[in-house]
């Protein structure tokens, strides 16, 4: 039950950390596009963790919720301070999402271990979407990155975000 309170916590934090910088990223739409639909997945993901812990006779840890928020809120407002914030913001993103596919194979076998069928299936959909996003990112950092440094070395153009 603490493992899923903490993975609550965590998309809840993602959620967060997503939903800022979908609103910095103005020159960057196929970044911004792939975070966009990722922050719907990351909802779901939320809804659906949550789902476990009340079918297991739980509720979600305010604290912890709360805490992870406040975590994303300010990686979020410490983005404008920096001025490669959408490469740090990718990288960011990227060891974000190994620490979800970590959590996710952790619930996975302690679900498998108890017999949690339900949640062991839940948790293999969301650690399947957290690959997909991971793959997606480390994949296009490369493009991100060669993006970010010709918008740097054009006068007049803005790179950051």
């Given at each position: 039950?603490?493992?899923?309170?903490d993975?609550?916590?965590?998309?809840?934090?993602?959620?967060?950390?997503?939903?800022?910088?979908?609103?910095?990223?103005?020159?960057?739409?196929?970044?911004?596009?792939?975070?966009?639909?990722?922050?719907?997945?990351?909802?779901?993901?939320?809804?659906?963790?949550?789902?476990?812990?009340?079918?297991?006779?739980?509720?979600?840890?305010t604290?912890?919720?709360?805490?992870?928020?406040?975590?994303?809120?300010?990686?979020?407002?410490?983005?404008?301070?920096?001025?490669?914030?959408?490469?740090?913001?990718?990288?960011?993103?990227?060891?974000?999402?190994?620490?979800?596919i970590?959590?996710?194979?952790?619930?996975?076998?302690?679900?498998?271990?108890?017999?949690?069928?339900?949640?062991?299936?839940?948790?293999?959909?969301?650690?399947?979407?957290?690959?997909?996003?991971?793959?997606?990112?480390?994949?296009?950092?490369?493009?991100?990155t060669?993006?970010?440094?010709?918008?740097?070395?054009?006068?007049?153009?803005?790179?950051?975000?």
């Amino acid at each position: 039950m603490e493992w899923l309170r903490d993975a609550h916590a965590m998309e809840e934090q993602a959620e967060t950390m997503l939903a800022a910088l979908s609103r910095r990223i103005e020159n960057y739409p196929d970044f911004k596009a792939q975070v966009d639909r990722h922050l719907q997945e990351t909802r779901e993901q939320a809804r659906t963790v949550r789902a476990c812990i009340e079918r297991r006779g739980g509720d979600t840890s305010t604290l912890k919720d709360l805490t992870g928020k406040f975590v994303a809120t300010w990686q979020g407002i410490s983005g404008a301070f920096v001025g490669d914030e959408i490469v740090k913001a990718g990288l960011a993103t990227y060891t974000f999402e190994q620490m979800e596919i970590g959590s996710y194979t952790i619930l996975i076998a302690a679900a498998a271990e108890v017999g949690d069928t339900q949640t062991r299936s839940a948790c293999e959909r969301l650690l399947d979407e957290e690959r997909t996003m991971a793959d997606w990112l480390i994949g296009n950092l490369p493009a991100l990155t060669g993006k970010y440094l010709a918008r740097e070395e054009t006068p007049g153009v803005t790179a950051k975000h």
